[in-house]
């Protein structure tokens, strides 16, 4: 595709319910990452993926928050049991090969939990 | 911790006027330091600065690292209101064997015609 794609665009959640927000990068791009931004802040890391390995998910702020990339292609995050706190912009940015290239972000997954 | 802190948090000016926006990291085992332009959706990159290559410069935009200062500026000289966005800067550190972006909060730039 021509850019990084996220689905859905926005997405509303009672309290307590399970979310999975996709990422599609960009074709031939190894590497994948996840950030949360909160309104008025910047992104915040939640995790990196090189191909279909996690290489980091020390940003993921409790064991509800569960990314995969089984494929080295497209991603999910699943967030388990929301909470009104994980109200944010869910970013998805694509490189060619880690942090040394340009990321490419996605549009983000506007998420409310009510 | 790795910290970037963006300064100032937001600017008000006129159509034609010139910016400097600041940034300045504390990180351990920095790589590098990016600009992005975000507007309604997704940031959009501006420029990447490493060790060897402390000065961009693109049209209107140019942007320095002072690796002694820790600290890196953006500047945008006759503004337009199309500038109107938030500037983030983000710093590419190295942890172990991975590399981390940290991004401050960005500058708010509102631009009056």
């Known amino acids: 595709g021509a850019g990084v794609s996220q689905s859905p665009r926005y997405k509303v959640a009672k309290r307590g319910q399970d979310v999975a927000l996709r990422c599609d990068p960009i074709s031939g791009h190894v590497s994948l990452f996840w950030y949360q931004q909160a309104l008025g802040q910047g992104p915040e890391f939640l995790t990196y993926f090189q191909n279909e390995a996690q290489l980091d998910k020390s940003g993921l702020p409790s064991d509800r928050f569960f990314a995969e990339r089984p494929e080295g292609s497209v991603s999910t995050l699943k967030i388990q049991r929301t909470q009104q706190e994980d109200s944010a912009v869910y970013l998805c940015?694509?490189?060619?090969?880690?942090?040394?290239?340009?990321?490419?972000f996605g549009p983000g997954t506007r998420l409310t939990v009510l | 911790e790795d910290k970037v802190v963006q300064s100032p948090l937001s600017l008000v000016v006129h159509e034609g006027d010139t910016v400097t926006l600041n940034c300045s990291y504390e990180v351990t085992n920095f790589r590098s330091l990016l600009w992005y332009k975000q507007e309604k959706k997704a940031p959009t990159f501006l420029f990447m600065l490493t060790s060897s290559g402390i000065e961009k410069k693109s049209g209107r935009l140019s942007s320095i690292l002072d690796k002694k200062e820790l600290s890196s500026i953006l500047n945008i000289t006759a503004t337009q209101t199309g500038d109107s966005a938030i500037y983030l800067c983000a710093v590419v550190s190295r942890g172990f064997g991975n590399e981390k972006l940290t991004f401050g909060t960005g500058t708010r730039l509102t631009i009056i015609p």
């Open positions: 940015a694509s490189s060619l090969r880690g942090t040394e290239f340009e990321q490419f």
